[in-house]
């Protein structure tokens, strides 16, 4: 559970595994497919002011989902919560999907935020 305190809720949706000029990153890799789209969702929040701090909720889309990718999404979540140096523990939704928008991407993530 997260109790949310602020004024201004952001909502990001779409993050997905491209950097910012749209490279793919990670074909095939779900744990750096997770890394990069939790830095574009830091990316995102910094653009408007906020940071992880500020993150509600997380709902992750998995393509193909089951229990033995579990070992891979954590490991992309810590690699990125090092790269941010921030703990990224929030209340999670996690829904498996047929696919995405596009055939590589593994995943996306969508942030809720409350900034001040």
Same mark, same amino acid.
């Given at each position: 559970?997260?109790?949310?305190?602020?004024?201004? !809720?952001?909502?990001?949706?779409?993050?997905?595994?491209? !950097?910012?000029?749209?490279?793919?990153?990670?074909?095939?890799?779900?744990?750096?497919?997770?890394?990069?789209?939790?830095?574009?969702?830091?990316?995102?929040?910094?653009?408007?002011?906020?940071?992880?701090?500020?993150?509600?909720?997380? !709902?992750?889309?998995?393509?193909?989902?089951?229990?033995?990718?579990?070992?891979?999404?954590?490991?992309?979540?810590?690699?990125?919560?090092?790269?941010?140096?921030?703990?990224? !523990?929030?209340?999670?939704?996690?829904?498996?999907?047929?696919?995405?928008?596009?055939?590589?991407?593994?995943?996306?993530?969508?942030?809720?935020?409350?900034?001040?």
């Amino acid at each position: 559970m997260a109790v949310a305190r602020g004024s201004r !809720t952001v909502y990001l949706a779409g993050q997905v595994a491209r !950097t910012a000029d749209g490279a793919p990153v990670g074909a095939g890799d779900l744990a750096a497919q997770v890394e990069q789209a939790y830095l574009n969702v830091a990316t995102a929040l910094d653009a408007v002011g906020g940071s992880f701090d500020d993150v509600a909720k997380v !709902t992750l889309y998995l393509v193909d989902w089951d229990p033995s990718k579990l070992a891979a999404l954590g490991e992309g979540v810590a690699r990125a919560a090092a790269r941010l140096e921030c703990d990224l !523990t929030r209340p999670v939704t996690l829904l498996p999907v047929a696919a995405l928008a596009e055939p590589d991407l593994l995943v996306e993530v969508d942030a809720t935020a409350v900034l001040e």
